[in-house]
C-alpha cells in the first residue's frame, strides 16, 4: 500500500522553529518530486515548497522564501520542510505529496498525506 505520513507538527511560539517529516512507505520517495502545502481553515490549499525528483531543485512559495527549507533524506525514504522564523499565518495543516514534476499546485501530485497541524500562537 502506498502511503505518505506526515509528522513533526505541533504548537510554537511565534519565531519558533519546526521541522516537519514527510515518510513514504510502499514506494521510493526519490523517484517523485515531492511538495509540501498547507490548508488553513477556510482557505485553500496553497503550496508551500517543492523538490524536483532529477536535480534536486528546490521552489517555494513568496510567503516562505527565506524562512522555510525543503530537503530530501533518500535513505531514510523521507523528506523534511525546516520551519523558522514561523509567524502566526503559517498555522494550518500541512500537508506533503508526490507527483511525476515539482509544482506549487496540487494537479500534478497523485498521493497525498493526512496532514500534520501546525499552530503558531504565543
Known amino acids: 500500500q502506498l502511503q505518505l505520513v506526515e509528522s513533526g507538527g505541533g504548537l510554537v511560539q511565534p519565531g519558533g522553529s519546526l521541522r516537519l517529516s514527510c515518510a513514504a512507505s510502499?514506494?521510493?520517495?526519490?523517484?517523485?518530486?515531492i511538495g509540501w502545502f498547507r490548508q488553513a481553515p477556510g482557505k485553500e490549499r496553497e503550496g508551500v515548497s517543492c523538490?524536483?525528483?532529477?536535480?534536486?531543485?528546490?521552489y517555494y512559495a513568496d510567503s516562505v522564501k527565506g524562512r522555510f527549507t525543503i530537503s530530501r533524506d533518500n535513505p531514510k525514504n523521507t523528506v523534511y520542510l525546516q520551519m523558522n522564523s514561523l509567524r502566526p499565518e503559517d498555522t494550518a495543516v500541512y500537508y506533503c505529496?508526490?507527483?511525476?514534476?515539482?509544482?506549487?499546485?496540487?494537479?500534478?501530485?497523485?498521493?497525498w498525506g493526512q496532514g500534520t497541524q501546525v499552530t503558531v500562537s504565543s
Open positions: 505529496a508526490a507527483g511525476p514534476i515539482p509544482g506549487l499546485g496540487v494537479l500534478p501530485y497523485d498521493y
Open positions: 510502499g514506494f521510493t520517495l526519490n523517484f517523485y518530486a
Open positions: 523538490i524536483s525528483s532529477t536535480d534536486g531543485s528546490t
